[in-house]
């Protein structure tokens, strides 16, 4: 299934409001842990993305539900194929809804409940039938004209010790392990300013790569998030103090080394980073 988002902006069977800023994204770092969906800016209706069945439906003012808080006003659209999406931090509603909705459909208006950070709505799709949250991003037909690449601001080495080294420093590294932070931002669109997590970063040495942290479902194992860095990992391992990621791990011998660091959007645009590394 494939979603349509020209319904979060735009116009739709003649009503219209301002567009939707997209300002979190899924993946982004949430003070150590991953944002399972995102985040928009907004003043006015929301919409579904696609047509589906209302299987929830609770405001923030309904005393008696046990359901967690912070997502304030919410509710649930079922799909084909065993996806949910998840409208959140919206205005309550008494107004009742049917059964079913249509794409298109006039579902709630944006709002400030939950734990919102301004006036807006979040919006997340969960596979009931893999038992995981999928990044929007995949799923949903962006019809973004996106060419700006992603953005490296730093790259950080760390021992395990804890000691950081920047990676465009000349100082000379002890042989051992070192986990590899970056911290990245995406910037989507010609007027987008939100810093945005990326859909992917590859790490390599030598031209060996060390890491490929893809940014596309978390799943829920033991009560711990996974996520796929070459293979299914803690999501713990990846997501350190805001706003770094940790794009992998590697062993650095004695001599020199390149160190390359490659992020990428979801619309395919990458951008590159090599560090001369000395070890001794």
Request: charged residues 20%.
């Amino acid at each position: 299934m494939v979603f349509g988002a020209d319904e979060f902006c735009g116009s739709v069977q003649g009503q219209t409001y301002d567009e939707a800023v997209l300002v979190r994204n899924f993946g982004s770092n949430a003070e150590g842990g991953p944002l399972l969906g995102d985040v928009f800016n907004l003043q006015g209706p929301v919409f579904a993305a696609e047509s589906g069945e209302v299987v929830f439906k609770h405001n923030e003012t309904d005393g008696a539900s046990r359901l967690p808080s912070p997502l304030g006003a919410w509710i649930v659209l079922e799909h084909d194929n065993g996806l949910l999406s998840v409208y959140s931090r919206m205005e309550d509603t008494k107004a009742p809804l049917p059964d079913k909705i249509e794409k298109g459909a006039l579902l709630a208006q944006a709002g400030v409940s939950g734990w919102s950070s301004g006036e807006g709505f979040s919006f997340s799709i969960f596979d009931k039938k893999e038992k995981r949250w999928v990044n929007p991003d995949i799923v949903i037909d962006t019809h973004l004209d996106d060419r700006r690449p992603p953005v490296i601001q730093s790259v950080r080495l760390r021992n395990s010790d804890g000691v950081v080294f920047d990676a465009d420093s000349p100082r000379v590294l002890r042989q051992g392990r070192y986990s590899i932070d970056v911290q990245t931002y995406d910037l989507r669109g010609s007027a987008q300013t939100s810093q945005l997590m990326p859909h992917r970063i590859i790490s390599s040495v030598n031209g060996i790569e060390t890491g490929s942290l893809t940014i596309e479902t978390f799943s829920a194992r033991d009560g711990v998030l996974m996520l796929f860095r070459g293979g299914l990992i803690s999501a713990n391992e990846v997501y350190g103090p805001y706003p770094l990621i940790e794009a992998g791990e590697v062993w650095l011998n004695r001599g020199s080394a390149k160190l390359e660091i490659i992020v990428q959007d979801i619309a395919g645009n990458s951008r590159s980073a090599n560090y001369r590394l000395n070890i001794e």
